[in-house]
């Protein structure tokens, strides 16, 4: 399970260009953790200042819950990896957020994964060296950013040892190439990092458009999510054991009410 830096800078409204701080990622990492049982692994930007930042970072999200990570190497202020005109730190620098992120975890199960952004400023020969030096540094996976080609995430999967990932992001770099087909690539991880936002944003566009041009939400209604299924999600039975009037509603109750009240 992803949880992307471009969705939580969304979600306050923001660009996703560095303006989130370490304590918000923690903090909505937690969240979500919470959430599942699912392993999940957080967009932690370039660590969010220097090296010994991204120690302290690293902590945070490891107390937030998260199973991994992902570091990158651009330089700040960061804009999204499918984007033009983004730069990188040099190799040195890189490695030693690498290292940084290593030793700074207490729990040797967290995932600490490098991301490069070279591919798209020095090519993919330069993305490789980088990559390589990044798993010498301690990487335990890697997320090549911005590769346009499945033969490009065969020859990263090649040179190193580690899990590597894809960025599925629409509207970016890449097609949007199948599982199967990644994975035939050598790929082992696939994320698709603002995918849900895109689709419930689309929806909720087209239900305001709705909403204006016919007055009422009547004929989005079939495509929602059920209140029963929402409550499923929040586990609300779960709460009768403090309070049995917690969850005692009933849909016809609800209907009786909407009759009552017209
Ligand atoms: C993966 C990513 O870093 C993210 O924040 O989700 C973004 C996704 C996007 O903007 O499409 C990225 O830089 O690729
Ligand atoms: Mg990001």
Redesign the pocket.
Known sequence: MYI???VISADLGLP?VGLTTATEVATRSRQIARMTDLPALV?A?TGFGEPMNVARTVQELEDAGVAGLHI?DQVNP?R??HLDGKQVVDTATAVQRIRAAVDARRDPDLLVMARTDVRGIHGLDAAVDRIKALVDAGADAVFPEAMSLLAEFEAVASAVDVPVLANMTEFGRSDLFTTDELAAAGVRVVIY?VSLLRVAMGAAERALDTLVAEGSLQSQVPGMQTRGRLYELLDYPAYTRFDSTVFDFTLSAQQGRREGAS
Request: aromatic share 0%; glycine share 18%.
């Open positions: 992307s830096g471009a996703d967009d930007d990158e960061k999204c990896g990092p």
